[in-house]
């Protein structure tokens, strides 16, 4: 496989990519937010439940609920000129390379622990912080083909084989078996 496009900016796309990598976290920590709000309401209804104590619910409560979106905000407003500028995607059958005028991240096809297909586009992750993404509508018909047929290829359901037992622990016997009994 031998894929290179390149495509304008689009902050838009990038903000969809950014957010659809990030939502596990973001769903969490509104999960933990609504907890906590919800603790700030059957504590004010307890006769016993101290205003202190449904006030310091109530304010994680909206912290946490907030959070998500103000370190999102942050993260595109510092970013801002970065994602305003061409991307050049290659695929081969190493890895996977982003370049724009500023950055470039390569990641060999070992390092890839997800492969997210979104609406308009894919990502291709280490981690959250490490990934290339790839627009859809820059690949021609026999690209986005190559490159399903590519993935399909790599894609097990099964988990890590784990390396084959060598050396001293290949010879370890449990202590209940060393004297036969």
């Given amino acids: 496989m031998n894929i290179s496009v390149s495509y304008g900016p689009d902050r838009g796309r990038?903000?969809?990519i950014y957010l659809?990598?990030?939502?596990t976290w973001a769903m969490a920590l509104?999960?933990?937010g609504v907890l906590f709000l919800l603790a700030a309401v059957i504590t004010a209804a307890d006769p016993r439940g101290t205003p202190s104590g449904v006030a310091a619910c109530?304010?994680?409560g909206v912290i946490l609920l907030a959070e998500p979106y103000l370190v999102f905000w942050v993260t595109v407003r510092r970013n801002w000129a970065a994602l305003a500028e061409a991307v050049t995607v290659t695929l081969t059958d190493a890895g996977v390379t982003s370049r724009t005028a500023t950055a470039a991240v390569g990641l060999?096809?070992?390092k890839v622990r997800r492969v997210v297909e979104g609406k308009g586009f894919w990502i291709f992750a280490?981690?959250?912080f490490r990934f290339v993404s790839l627009w859809k509508g820059a690949l021609t018909p026999g690209q986005a083909d190559e490159l399903a047929a590519f993935l399909d290829a790599r894609r097990t359901d099964r988990g890590p084989v784990p390396p084959p037992v060598t050396g001293a622990a290949a010879g370890f016997v449990p202590?209940?078996?060393e004297s036969g009994t």
Avoid: F, G, K, T
């Avoid at 659809?20 to 939502?23: M, T, V, Y």
């Fill in 14 to 16: 990038s903000v969809r």
């Fill in 20 to 23: 659809r990598l990030h939502r």
């Fill in 30 to 32: 509104r999960s933990l």
């Fill in 58 to 60: 109530a304010v994680i």
């Fill in 108 to 110: 060999s096809w070992d």
């Fill in 126 to 128: 280490v981690n959250r």
């Fill in 175 to 177: 202590p209940d078996r």
